[in-house]
């Protein structure tokens, strides 16, 4: 992942020279070359494909980790890049404290964790196409 979040970055920063939404879309591949591992990872029987479909997964998924602030900074108004971004963090610990808690009581209903990484890949599709959407702000 500490990888991924400077590939990220990087990548952004050189694609964002020829495209406008560079930083949006870069996330939102990320999350979909990381869905196929994680269906892949989570359907084999094979530990070493496990290992590497969570090693993509790693390294692709922290592309919106490096990405976020400045996709921020692309759709809101300046004046509120704190308090956007405060909010941001605040919904995802929310969100991951109900992913765990969820996870967990799936895990205690005895459902396959395989079951649990496939709905998770399929949360991140979701994700990947609201990133798709994302409109720059009009400059001026």
Do not use: H
């Not at 590939?7 to 694609?15: E, S, T, V």
């Not at 359907?43 to 692709?60: D, E, N, R």
């Amino acid at each position: 992942m500490l990888v991924g979040v400077i590939l990220g970055g990087a990548i952004a920063d050189w694609w964002s020279k020829t495209n406008a939404r560079a930083r949006m879309w870069l996330p939102a591949i990320g999350l979909l070359i990381a869905v196929p591992a994680v269906f892949a990872a989570s359907f084999t029987p094979l530990l070493w494909a496990t290992v590497v479909g969570f090693l993509i997964y790693a390294l692709t998924r922290p592309f919106i980790d490096a990405n976020m602030m400045p996709i921020l900074g692309m759709i809101a108004d300046k004046r509120y890049l704190a308090t956007g971004y405060g909010f941001l963090n605040l919904c995802s610990c929310i969100i991951g404290g109900i992913g765990i808690y969820v996870a967990g009581a799936l895990r205690d209903a005895e459902i396959n964790l395989d079951v649990i990484f496939q709905v998770a890949a399929l949360s991140m599709v979701l994700c990947a196409f609201l990133l798709f959407r994302l409109k720059p702000k009009p400059n001026g």
